[in-house]
């Protein structure tokens, strides 16, 4: 079972996050060879995740969703991988501060599988918890002091939970994401509205950072940014709101540093398709300048379905989505076996420094982008033996 990642973790690769201690296999697990934490290989996937509980879901796959995922994943729709599949999604996934269901719902939804019942969903105390008690913090931001004007960007903001009740993107009042701008007088200006919708359910506590998309003012001058929460009516949720002073000029000093290349294209054009295709085109021509030949590529968020799939040598994809890696797992043993499948957190990876020629994010960036100042995007470059100019 530990084969599948035998060549990384036996040449030293490997290391447990909190201590640093080299994991090795020891059986059907793995173990920290100095803090003897062990870490569990479930499907051919190793969990390195510290602090995660393994828990059963109590929740059957049925025979159709089963079929639909052979379908959707191209695995042989066989017994023993039907079998395999059900196993995957008999077991459940505990972080203290992540909830993966989440994740997982994305996953079904991401293949055409947005089945109401088949994961379970946020606890709900009844139905009057659902968008009924929005009481909320934004502990912190990345939204730069000053801003181009006229234009629409997304901006990581960090929300949280602190009410009784689950904050829905869906049901009869939605709540959203959204931001007002005030002159310097304090009067509220007139622009049009652009409202973020919440990528996931958020129980009670849950924190997400979310991109937040923000329209700027066509004038120039100081402004005072609010964000808040908002729900249909319009009903503008004033009580948590982060207020932020922001210079609009034409002459801003972007966030991104300037040896990373920017590819600026206009929200409404985003095509997910063609979009992974130019940045997987773009990763082949940034190896190929390096002429020399790839040993091992890292892809952080990588899902079931790296988009590094193709590239010689060996492929890591990880993510935090436990039961989606062993699905990827299953559908790429037989075929392509140079692709391994870690569970680990983006901003605790678990890889000796340098051990990648090179790392990539795709779609993955802006949700990742943690408190600790570190963007995904570093945080996998320092396992790439350069940090990588761009992540995708
Ligand atoms: C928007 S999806 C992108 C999936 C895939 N890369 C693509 O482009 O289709 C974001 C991925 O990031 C993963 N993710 C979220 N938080 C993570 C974390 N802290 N560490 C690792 N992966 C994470 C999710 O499980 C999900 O698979
Ligand atoms: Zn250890």
């Known amino acids: 079972m530990t084969e599948a990642f035998e060549s990384i973790a036996q040449r030293n690769y490997i290391y447990n996050p909190p201590c640093r ?14 803090c003897h934490a062990t870490y569990p290989v479930r499907h051919g996937v190793p969990i390195l995740i510290p602090g995660i509980t393994v828990e059963r879901s109590n929740f059957s796959l049925a025979d159709d969703l089963i079929t639909r995922i052979c379908a959707a994943e191209k695995i042989p729709d066989q017994p023993e991988n039907r079998a395999t599949l059900r196993e995957i999604f008999a077991w459940n996934y505990r972080l203290a501060d992540l909830w993966l269901t989440a994740e997982n719902n994305y996953y079904l939804k991401r293949i055409g599988l947005a089945v109401d019942g088949y994961r379970p969903k946020a606890p709900r105390i009844n139905q009057e918890s659902l968008n009924g008690d929005i009481r909320y913090e934004i502990p912190f931001h990345r939204i730069p002091a000053t801003l181009p004007p006229g234009e629409t960007r997304s901006w990581n903001v960090r929300l949280v939970n602190k009410g009784a009740g689950v904050f829905s993107p869906e049901g009869p009042q939605p709540v959203f994401f959204c931001y007002r701008w005030r002159d310097s007088t304090g009067t509220l200006i007139r622009s049009a509205e652009v409202r973020t919708t919440l990528p996931v359910e958020m129980a009670p506590g849950r924190g997400v ?28 949720h004033e009580h948590g709101a982060c207020k932020i002073a922001v210079q609009v000029s034409a002459s801003w000093n972007s966030a991104v540093p300037a040896d990373r290349l920017t590819l600026h294209r206009l929200p ?66 037989a075929t392509k076996p140079n692709i391994k499948f870690v569970a680990a957190d983006a901003l605790k990876q678990p890889f000796a420094d340098g051990v990648f020629d090179c790392a990539v994010l795709f779609s993955t960036t802006a949700p990742l982008a943690g408190s600790s100042g570190l963007s995904a995007g570093d945080a996998a470059g320092r396992s790439a033996r350069r940090v990588p100019r761009y992540s995708l």
């Open 209 to 236: 950072t979310i991109p937040l998309w923000i329209a700027t003012p066509e004038r120039p001058g100081q402004y005072m940014l609010e964000v808040l929460l908002g729900q249909d009516g319009p009903i503008w």
């Open 21 to 34: 201690g080299s994991i090795k296999a020891v059986s059907a697990d793995y173990s920290c060879c100095q």
């Open 268 to 333: 409404e054009t985003y095509d997910y398709r063609i979009d992974h295709e130019v940045g997987r085109v773009f990763v082949k021509e940034e190896l190929a300048r390096r002429r020399q030949p790839l040993r091992h590529a890292l892809e952080v968020g990588g899902c079931c379905n790296p988009m590094t799939w193709d590239l010689p040598g060996e492929v890591v994809s990880t993510d935090i989505d436990v039961q989606t890696l062993q699905v990827g797992a299953l559908h790429f043993a």
